[in-house]
């Protein structure tokens, strides 16, 4: 896939009611969305936590109120990805205290690879990976606890 | 008392309750769907915590995100507010055995008044007058027709998980009957999964007066006056105030110890609402309980002098009440309107940034509102941006009051209600307080 059809593609999606696109071809993945990981909270209380636990502004909302205009189709995502917190809980890195972390920065990970673990009213819920690639930031300390959309990890995919 | 307490609302009541928190010295961990970062009460709150995308179902009503939130923040104890997750009975047990108190009644409280038909059995047990009709779910249509040829017509088919209008008809005469009785049942089906119905006398110029009662752990329970609820649109409150013209004190007393009598025999606990319908006779017939502090609230307050989130959180706490019933009097007249973000002819809703806004202000007046200037109102949820509450010594003064003060009620960017509320307090009717729940049919019906 070539720049002018990349343009063409978001050229595409401005015109249609769609919001996110994905396209895979011979080895080649873009994932287009429409509005998306703009941080636009600046200053959000955050929540009283010992000195390690200051809880980031929440990013990448697909569904952003339709009354907000639209933002310019990003594409900048495609060389890192933040994966989220998808619940509210406690954040763990590894299965139990004695056990290493799942990942630590550096590693190459699978898609659908278990990062980490959130626990959330006494559930363990293990959260993968939705690359595949090189995690090169883990961006909340073990035990911590972290909210709904939180970046967890940042991973440049392979 | 409760070191911290979580809200598990937004908009004006998450505020509300947070105000209440601050002056009662209790820390307040406010949650929010992606679509209210923004939002006022994620700004007051000591604490906040994201707890899922925009839609409710996902962030609001989302139990398992809540009482994550809450066990990460160390919260004590969750106030539901109103709307929500207020009268979810499984919520008030989950916090039960999550070991956070819930501040509001029991679950067995919300599943019972939860529950129409058992509701109406209990009040009349409890010895308050309810409106002539079918005991209980009735599924046969000859049975039902019958039953209307005895109560005499008009009568009205209701659901009895209903709420909102939803499976609700209103039959004039026999005729129209068996195409309403189909349609409510099916409207209920679709709407709550559940098509039970049932009917009852259907009075025609009906006013809706609402007593509020409050009880502690002791089981003290203390009435707090009525307020008319009677302007409303589809079955949606749009003005409210206290007292009411039409009750006098013989009659407040007699409605207030009937509402008490209910609420003891339940054993119910913290803030509830008995709602009546009150025909021209003054004759009242319970219709349902609310078991969760309402948005009308704050004209009670005005008119006793009582903080009733406080009391909540106070009772939740097990405190006895602060007051008894000998000292709660009813002074002054209180008005309230709900200025919604809707076209005030239309009703359509109108989401969107306020561009510029002013709220009124001076002698006698609150305005209770989770807005600012720049404020994006999410189409998400309910379209009620400010509640406009005015207090003077007699309702002539309060009218007056409101009437200037929607004047200063400056909302820039949406369409809102105001220009409805100037006009409504403008009818002769509703200045002499000739008002029935019919008043809007009467005087705003839109041409189709």
Do not use: W
Request: charged residues 25%.
């Amino acid at each position: 896939m070539n720049l002018k059809e990349l343009k063409e593609l978001i050229e595409m999606l401005k015109n249609t009611d769609i919001s996110e696109l994905e396209i895979e071809r011979s080895g080649v993945k873009v994932r287009l969305r429409k509005g998306g990981d703009v941080t636009f909270h600046p200053a959000m209380p955050r929540m009283e936590y010992p000195p390690a636990a200051i809880i980031a502004p929440t990013v990448s909302e697909p569904e952003r109120p339709a009354v907000e205009k639209p933002q310019a189709p990003a594409a900048a995502p495609l060389n890192q990805v933040k994966v989220t917190s998808p619940i509210v809980g406690t954040f763990y890195r590894s299965s139990s205290p004695d056990k290493p972390p799942y990942v630590e920065v550096g590693d190459t990970v699978k898609k659908g690879q278990v990062l980490c673990i959130i626990e959330a009213m006494k559930l363990m819920n293990e959260i993968e990976s939705e690359a595949a690639g090189k995690v090169v930031q883990a961006l909340v300390e073990n035990g911590q606890p972290v909210e709904y959309g939180q970046p967890l990890f940042t991973i440049e995919p392979a | 008392m409760f070191k911290k307490i979580l809200i598990a609302n937004r908009g004006e009541i998450a505020l509300r309750i947070i105000r209440a928190c601050k002056e009662m010295g209790i820390k307040t961990v406010a949650v929010h769907s992606t679509a209210d970062a923004h939002s006022l009460h994620v700004r007051f709150a000591d604490q906040s915590v994201c707890i899922g995308p925009p839609k409710s179902a996902d962030s609001y009503l989302h139990v398992p995100s809540i009482i994550s939130a809450a066990e990460i923040t160390d919260a004590e104890a969750i106030h539901p507010g109103y709307g929500f997750l207020a009268e979810n009975a499984s919520f008030a047990e989950v916090c039960n055995s999550a070991g956070i108190k819930f501040i509001g009644p029991s679950p067995e409280s919300i599943k019972l008044m939860g529950d129409k038909a058992r509701a109406r059995e209990t009040a009349k047990k409890a010895g308050v007058p309810i409106l002539p009709g079918s005991e209980g779910v009735i599924t046969e249509e000859a049975d039902a027709v019958a039953l209307s040829r005895e109560l005499g017509f008009p009568v009205i088919i209701k659901a009895v998980a209903g709420g909102g209008g939803k499976g609700m008809r209103v039959v004039m005469e026999e005729s129209e009957f068996a195409s309403a009785f189909v349609m409510a049942q099916s409207e209920a089906l679709a709407a709550f999964g559940n098509a039970d119905v049932y009917v009852e006398k259907y009075i025609t110029m009906p006013r809706h007066i609402e007593v509020q009662i409050i009880a502690d752990d002791k089981g003290t329970t203390v009435s707090l006056g009525e307020r008319e609820c009677s302007i409303q649109r589809r079955h949606q409150k749009l003005i409210e105030e206290a007292p009411s013209v039409i009750v006098d004190g013989p009659l407040r007393k007699q409605m207030g110890d009937m509402a008490v009598a209910l609420a003891r025999s339940v054993k119910y606990r913290n803030a509830g609402t008995i709602e009546f319908l009150m025909d021209e006779n003054r004759n009242f017939y319970f219709m349902e309980m609310n078991t969760r502090i309402q948005v009308e609230h704050p004209v009670t307050e005005m008119v006793t002098g009582v903080d009733l989130v406080k009391e909540q959180i106070r009772v939740a706490a097990g405190l006895p009440l602060s007051f008894t019933q000998d000292e709660i009097k009813v002074t002054g007249h209180s008005i309230e309107c709900r200025v919604n973000a809707e076209d005030p002819e239309k009703f359509t809703p109108s989401p969107g940034t306020i561009t510029a806004y002013n709220p009124p202000g001076g002698p006698g007046v609150r305005v209770d509102t989770a807005a600012y200037t720049q404020y994006v109102i999410p189409p998400f949820y309910d379209s009620m941006i400010a509640k406009l509450i005015v207090y003077a010594a007699t309702r002539e003064e309060a009218i007056l009051r409101m009437n200037r003060a929607l004047d200063e009620f400056i909302i820039e960017g949406v369409k809102t209600t105001i220009p409805m509320h100037k006009r409504i307090i403008a009818e002769p009717d509703f200045q002499t307080g000739n008002i029935s729940t019919k008043f809007m049919e009467r005087y705003f019906s839109v041409p189709k």
